[in-house]
């Protein structure tokens, strides 16, 4: 996957991947219910030979893996080699192939698979139409494609509630920044019209879109301290306040934290909203 440019200043082979990698373990725990909402979508059988988009640390990849059995084949693809390694550690004798590749211009060879499945990667392709065009290209006569994004980002308190905090405090301390388009990024394919579209001319049909309302745990079960710190490091949070000073930027982790105290569960972990939609389609019978 490769990220559009303008969200942020760094790549999927920079800072992000480095972040990512590092709360892995607890974002892992948080979009386990995606994950959930995705493979019942995906509906993997045994011996299929299946392809995760976007992979990042591979737990969807080695899901896939567990539901197909050693008759089937799995490969997970990912632009960042960062991402692929730690995945890759995580059992160093799996028969899965990691490949690091942008989706967009890879050449799959003769490899095609039964179904292409993605949990939050797609909506990175820095041009959709020729990657979903490519991936229908090494998807076999009636397979499928199965994918979580996010619908758009005021739907989802836990992408809209540290935003708003972030852009009040800053304003508060005379610090203008320019609020994040609403369709960058990870919510680049939140159009139902325009992803429908998009996927049709790109060799898919049967388009399906399924919204879904869910209340995640931030950061795996974070209490509103370590919760508003995950928040400014990820997503259009961190992309308001990246450029910050580091006294504003104490200031918008203050003021998040005391907002995250009133979203606490009975442990006191912060649990918010979040809005998704699992696209399915498949590839017609004739190819």
């Known amino acids: 996957m ?32 995606v994950g959930e909402l995705l493979f019942a979508a995906a509906a993997l059988r045994p011996g299929e030979a299946v392809l995760d988009v976007g992979c990042g640390t591979g737990p969807t990849t080695y899901e896939a893996a567990a539901l197909v059995g050693p008759e089937g084949r799995v490969a997970g693809v990912d632009i960042s080699a960062t991402m692929l390694e730690a995945a890759r550690a995580v059992d160093a004798e799996s028969p899965i192939e990691w490949i690091t590749e942008d989706v967009t211009t890879w050449d799959g060879g003769d490899r095609r698979f039964d179904a292409v499945i993605s949990r939050y990667g797609a909506m990175f392709f820095d041009d959709p139409p020729r990657a979903f ?3 229908a290209g090494m998807t076999v006569p009636g397979g499928r494609l199965a994918m979580t994004v996010w619908q758009q980002r005021p739907a989802s308190e836990m992408f809209e509630l540290p935003l708003s905090v972030a852009m009040r405090t800053l304003a508060d301390a005379g610090v203008e920044v320019p609020e994040p388009p609403l369709d960058q990024g990870p919510f680049s394919l939140s159009d139902r019209v325009a992803v429908t579209t998009m996927l049709g001319a790109a060799g898919w049909v049967d388009v399906e879109w399924a ?22 490091e990820l997503g259009p949070t961190r992309v308001v306040t990246e450029d910050v000073d580091e006294e504003k930027n104490g200031r918008v982790l203050a003021a998040i934290t005391e907002e995250y105290g009133r979203h606490t569960d009975e442990n006191g972990h912060v649990r918010l909203g979040a809005a998704i939609v699992v696209v399915t389609a498949r590839r017609p019978e004739d190819g």
């Open 211 to 232: 919204p879904h309302e869910l209340t995640l745990s931030i950061g795996g079960g974070l209490p509103p301290a370590e919760a508003a710190t995950s928040s400014m």
């Open 133 to 135: 065009t490519n991936l």
């Open 2 to 33: 490769t990220e559009r440019a303008d969200l942020a200043t760094d790549t999927w082979e920079g800072d992000r991947s480095r972040r990512w990698v590092a709360q892995s373990a607890g974002l892992e725990r948080q979009l386990a219910p």
